[in-house]
């Protein structure tokens, strides 16, 4: 079983150019045509995002037929926060408080995919999708309470589990406790022998490997790059990255 993952801050739509243009999300997205989008920044009912439901406008745009939402910051009008499009049945959702004392809110969406054609051969496929803070203090505590939250701790070692989103890791130094805590691979190293990641931000000419997907159990990475779209760099702060697995 093959399938895409894309992970993308979108920015709540909102590109380098100052311009609300959902339109040119959902043209990135319909080009790489993921099985599973993770979204972070995410609006709803906010006045600079014309008040629009922005993960339903998207999944609707895109003809996908599941979606979960995680709001973590409510505004006084509307909130926002992380989205799950996926083509598979979202079996389980739960939205995971990983805010770090006065700090920004921030949080971590779980879903549970049934992947598969039809419910006797469909597999269960962890999926989780966060936005970590700004600090490194910060980053490394809200990964301590992704890992001992029972969402995560509770999926076996030998069963599909995908984390992405936009870490803000700039130096890299989470990867130590997914690879050697955790057991997780990470999707979008450049290469095995090499520590730096794929690079996502700034859009228009991109230095830090932000956004991240790391994956364990029976996944096999057939690949992964950056988005590399010209309508990609205007459209958000961050470019996507797209990886896709097959489930063995």
Known sequence: ML??????????????????????VVEILAY??????????????????????????????????????????????????????????????????????????????????RVGRGAARAHEVDVFNLHLGLTAGERERQVGTLSRSHDLSSVPAGRPCVVGGDFNDWRNLLAPIFRE???????????????????????????????RIYYRGPLHVLGARVCRLRLSRVASDHRPVIADFELR
Request: aromatic share 6%; charged share 30%.
């Open 3 to 24: 399938f895409r993952v894309v992970t993308w801050n979108i920015h709540r739509a909102i590109g380098v150019d100052r311009r609300f243009r959902p339109d040119r």
């Open 32 to 113: 790489h045509a993921p099985d599973v989008a993770l979204l972070q920044e995410v609006d709803d009912g906010v006045p600079r995002s014309a008040r629009l439901n922005l993960a339903v406008e998207i999944a609707q745009a895109l003809d996908f037929p599941h979606l979960a939402v995680g709001h973590n910051v409510r505004l006084r009008r509307g909130r926002y926060g992380n989205a799950t499009l996926s083509r598979w049945p979202i079996a389980r959702e739960r939205n995971l408080d990983l805010t770090v004392g006065d700090r920004r809110p921030r949080g971590c969406q779980h879903t549970t995919l």
């Open 181 to 211: 805590i955790l057991g997780f691979r990470c999707a979008t190293e450049r290469r095995p022998d090499r520590r730096g990641c794929l690079r996502t931000f700034p859009a228009f000419s991109p230095t830090g490997a932000l956004d």
